[in-house]
Every structure is written in C-alpha cells, then in structure tokens.
C-alpha cells in the first residue's frame, strides 16, 4: 500500500497483510467510519458523497445498505482516478421500519422509547470500487443489538447531550449513554458503531486479489 | 456526586441519574479499564491493588473472577476513607482453562492459534465496597467471542506489534488487529475490553439506595 511511509510499524503492520497499489479513498462524511479505518492503520483520503440516504429502490433492509454504499462509492469512483473507494451505509431496523436520525427532541424521544426492551437490527453494506476497472464488490454486516428497559429520564438525559441526531436509531453504542443503554449484541460490534472492520478487512483482502 | 464541576453538562450528566455522595475510586491498574470508567463521565481517582491474580480459591469462571474483583476492590477499600471502591477482573476462558496474558512470543503465538477458528468466553467480574461500612455487592458479565480461521502470518503480525502481552489471551478486540481476528460476540462488549459498562451503571444504580 503507498503513502504509508510516515507511520510507526506498530501502527501500520496490518496493512502489510494486504497490497493494493492505489490509493484508498473512504466515501462516507461519518467521523465514527474515519476512525474505525484509522484504526485499521489503513492510510486513506476523504471524500464525502451527496448521494441521498433516503433514495432507494431495495426493499430489503440487506439490500437497501448494500445498494447505498455502492452509490456513495461509485458517486465518488466517478471523480477520483487511481483509487480503490470505499463506501458504506448502516441502518437501524425495527420491526419491519428504518429508524431515521432523528430531526428533534421528540424523534428522538420516541425511537429511543421505542428501541427500549426490544431487540433491533443493524445493517451496515460495504462497496469497493476501483475508480480506474470500475471493478466492484459489496457486502453487508447484521448485528442484533439488544436493549434493555429504559427509564424516560434516562432517555431525556442522552438527548439532552445532543449524541442522539447525528446518529440512525437515535443512539451511538460507544457513546457514554449508548453503551449502557445495551444490554447484549449478537454479532460484530464495530458493524453497530458504522463500519464492520473485521468483514471490511476481509474484503480488501480478497478484492487485493485483483492486483497481483 | 461529587467532584464534577469541571465538568461539561454533555460528559456529566450519566452521574446525574447515580446518586454516590463519596469518591469514586478504581482499584484497578489497566489503562482500559481506566477509559472506559472515563466514558460513563463519571469523576474518580485510581489506586492500584497488589492482588495476585494467580491465586484463588474457586474453580468456576463466574466465581473466580467476582473473588478476584472482591479481593482487589476490598484490599483499595481497606486504606481509602468515605470511598466507594470498584474492583474488577476479567479472564479468557476456553475448553476448560483459563488463557493468561502471554510472557513470551511462544505462549502468545499458541493463545491465538488456540483461539482460531473458537468460541470462546470472556467473564469479568465487578465488586463494589464502601470503604466506611463495608457495604458491597459482586456481579458478573460473560461474553461469547467468535475468532474467524487465522493465518500464521496474522498472528505474527499481531504479536510485533506488541498487543498481546499485557492482554489476557493474548489480543484486544478494541486494537487493529484485534478487531479483525473476531467474528462475532454474543454479549457485552465492553466487558471484552475489561469492564461491562452497563452491568457497572445498573450496578452503581442499585448501590446508590444506600445512600438514600
């Protein structure tokens, strides 16, 4: 992988694992997906996409986070040259619904209230497209997060911190909080805070492949 | 509680729903413990016990971990006044036996390769003493973690960076590294990283009545 000169071989000796020749370009605006990949020592460009989150064709919440990120990856591919891009898109679903990011106190409020003692999904799909072969590959992550009973006052205490709006489903599971709003998951947890790493590093493993 | 008026009303106000009219301290000596306590807001100080976590007397995983996190969190309560002491102690369980923190690159190396392609379990116990009254109360939280099918040369990788040797097991699920090696947990997170945080806050909820 190129323009790793600058980090420490702690830091970087997982990127050692997988070879790709171009540079990585993440299309998504999450800071909590810039810091996942961070932590993959991966190094790697920004560019935000404009693509629309609630413009889908899907219906299957496995489809609908599947065709977004190939979306948001394409729209970028278009525009970069020499780079293999990233895209990707969670949803939190309940009971046959997206839970949006909420618009207001009261949004919030009721998915919290609704989320509380139920079990919900999280879909997160992942697309890498090479700008140059338009070669492609997606796949998703499900995560089953439980939550246990929540108390109004509670609810109300983590909206007043504002965590709730930038985030689907009202809720960040590694915010203070989020964390102790949930009492078990089943599945992989980085896929809930927005980025599946260990499938994400999987992926780039395979589609590496490509470049030998 | 006390001691957080430094504090901005977005990091405190988890504390405003617990009630402990005395310091909080951690008799604990991780790092990740110490930022995870961090993340719930709550004001504390940190004192390190001299416990020796190699010598208990139960035999069962739930039972050994809740003596160890009742013996560091009471030998802290011991010399601290007006405290309410929380102590903890996590292990690695597989297939009968317990997976220590690594002393070498061997037992490093033999930990993960064990791990591969596993399922195995993560229990940490909780204790909390009020260093006044000797008031306490033990828990405990079990996570099932699922390790993918690693490559030689993954585990390698890893063990230069340096992660596995203040870990028990061998790995953490929050570096890069350890991230990626796991497949699924049905559980608790946080309680893989060494302290459950929403068994600790329900916890320290329900200590709190004796305050009342």
Request: hydrophobic share 35%; no cysteine.
């Given at each position: 992988m190129n323009m790793q000169s600058n980090m420490t071989s702690q830091?970087?000796?997982?990127?050692?694992?997988?070879?790709?020749?171009?540079?990585?370009?993440?299309?998504?605006?999450?800071?909590r997906r810039k810091k996942l990949l961070e932590t993959l020592g991966i190094e790697f460009r920004?560019?935000?996409?404009?693509?629309?989150?609630?413009?889908?064709?899907?219906?299957?919440?496995?489809?609908?986070?599947?065709?977004?990120?190939?979306?948001?990856?394409?729209e970028v591919a278009d525009t970069e040259k020499d780079s293999l891009v990233i895209g990707a898109d969670t949803i939190v679903w309940c009971e046959g619904k997206?839970?949006?990011?909420?618009?207001?106190?009261?949004?919030?409020?009721?998915?919290?209230?609704?989320?509380s003692n139920r079990t919900h999904s999280v879909f997160t799909g992942i697309a890498l497209i090479d700008s140059?072969?338009?070669l492609s590959l997606v796949a998703y992550e499900h995560t089953l997060v439980r939550f246990r009973q929540l108390e109004d006052e509670e609810i109300l205490a983590y909206i007043r911190t504002g965590s709730p709006f930038d985030k689907a489903g009202a809720y960040g599971i590694q915010d203070d909080f989020g964390a102790v709003f949930v009492n078990k998951i089943i599945g992989d947890?980085?896929?809930?805070?927005?980025?599946p790493l260990t499938l994400l590093y999987l992926k780039l493993k395979e589609f590496s492949k490509n470049y030998i």
């Open positions: 830091n970087n000796s997982i990127t050692d694992l997988i070879h790709i020749p171009k540079e990585i370009v993440l299309a998504s605006s999450s800071p920004i560019v935000h996409p404009s693509v629309d989150e609630d413009d889908f064709t899907n219906h299957e919440p496995i489809e609908i986070v599947q065709e977004l990120a190939y979306k948001k990856a394409k997206i839970l949006t990011k909420p618009i207001n106190d009261e949004e919030a409020f009721n998915h919290l209230k609704y989320l140059d072969t338009n947890f980085y896929n809930i805070v927005g980025l």
